[in-house]
């Protein structure tokens, strides 16, 4: 098969997974207005810290998928206090307790029936409008410089550059935590927590295909590529992890609780990237150079190197739920089942894998503009392990 009608089916696979500009723009209305809600003095008693609204996760980084099997989207955002809060001035359990309040207040005001549900880290709250969104809010402060210059000095040492170490190591932040042990008392100790940081590393790697990011910027208009939102730079990137992403979520349908976590396959992902312009490129790269180390941290947090995000791997929960084991065999499969469905030559077939390996139904004018209307059929594809992978530059 030509390279080109094999890049086809995955861009059609991304696009149908993919949500709507309209969405993210509804999405970015949610927090828009809470954040407007939370800094009116009238309205808001934590208006006075300068609270500043903004997401976290797939809604940042432009990774988000069409909600599978269910019909509410995730909307992870981080609600920090600018002004007048720090660790020596409250406890987590103080600052968590006067956003839930403002919070609950809101929700009454905009009417929204399902109750404020606490959890560890944040707050959820449940928008049941024409698009139904889960806001998960997690309170922050801006944590202390004696931790921004440790984290810094991290990152070096991991090999990312002293001047994007500096820049991201600033925006870290201390997020509350009800199972941390001093989570009721006065103390400097808290739970360390970077989401901007990571997104501002993350768009460090998509940045590496310079000259598609600038035809993006040509397309749209702009005089560079940071004047759009996340969500439009469409690179190669994004879309192969939206890809390995629903291959996983269809994988693991029936036992969710076992599958590889989201920020796992995201970061191995963008440590793999090389800045291939074709998705088909990228996915291959990152496919056989995705690994994870031999020793702790597993998987490096890339804006504080000593955070492992595979750190359940290890515990007793883990181990029962098999999650190492669970994430390599899902690894092998992507190869496989990419593979096998960019070698199909037959419209029947792709449609039957597309919805078989990947939970998407492609339209009649997608499939005519990959595979024409011909009833061409081929045998089925021999499986390809890509081996000897080169290791991601963390390890």
Not at 186 to 203: H, K, L, V
Request: proline content about 5%; glycine content about 4%.
């Amino acid at each position: 098969m030509i390279e080109d009608q094999k890049g086809k089916i995955l861009t059609a696979l991304a696009e149908s997974i993919d949500i709507s500009d309209a969405n993210y723009q509804a999405a970015e209305s949610k927090y828009h207005s809470l954040g407007e809600w939370l800094s009116d003095q009238s309205k808001s008693k934590i208006a006075r810290y300068k609270p500043h609204v903004f997401p976290q996760g797939s809604f940042r980084l432009g990774t988000a998928t069409k909600p599978w099997k269910r019909d509410d989207y995730d909307l992870d955002l981080v609600c920090k206090l600018q002004e007048g809060i720090t660790a020596t001035t409250h406890t987590q359990a103080d600052l968590k307790q006067m956003v839930g309040a403002d919070l609950e207040t809101y929700r009454n005001e905009r009417k929204m029936q399902q109750k404020l549900e606490e959890k560890h880290r944040c707050w959820r709250l449940k928008s049941e409008e024409r698009l139904k969104f889960h806001l998960d809010t997690v309170p922050c402060i801006r944590h202390t410089d004696s931790v921004w210059k440790a984290i810094q000095q991290r990152m070096i040492q991991a090999g990312m550059s002293n001047l994007l170490a500096q820049d991201l190591a600033q925006l870290a932040v201390a997020i509350t935590d009800d199972r941390h042990p001093l989570y009721r008392r006065i103390s400097e100790d808290w739970q360390i927590s970077n989401p901007e940081g990571y997104a501002r590393w993350f768009e460090s790697r998509m940045r590496l295909a310079d000259s598609l990011l600038k035809a993006r910027a040509l397309q749209a208009n702009v005089a560079r590529v940071d004047d759009l939102p996340a969500y439009r730079w469409k690179t190669p990137l994004q879309m192969a992890i939206q890809i390995l992403k629903r291959h996983r979520d269809v994988m693991f349908e029936k036992a969710p609780e076992r599958k590889p976590i989201s920020i796992i396959i995201t970061t191995l992902a963008a440590v793999a990237y090389r800045g291939e312009f074709e998705l088909l490129d990228a996915l291959e790269q990152i496919l056989s150079s995705m690994s994870v180390g031999t020793s702790r941290p597993r998987v490096p947090n890339p804006v504080n190197p000593v955070e492992d995000f595979a750190d359940r791997w290890g515990t007793q929960e883990g181990r029962q739920l098999r999650l190492e084991d669970n994430f390599i065999v899902w690894l092998e499969k992507a190869k496989s089942d990419i593979y096998k469905v960019t070698s199909i030559t037959d419209r029947s077939s792709l449609q039957d894998h597309a919805t078989k390996l990947f939970g998407v139904t492609l339209g009649d004018a997608v499939l005519t503009s990959i595979i024409g209307s011909g009833p061409r059929v081929s045998s089925s594809p021999a499986v390809h392990v890509i081996r000897d992978a080169p290791k991601p530059w963390c390890r």
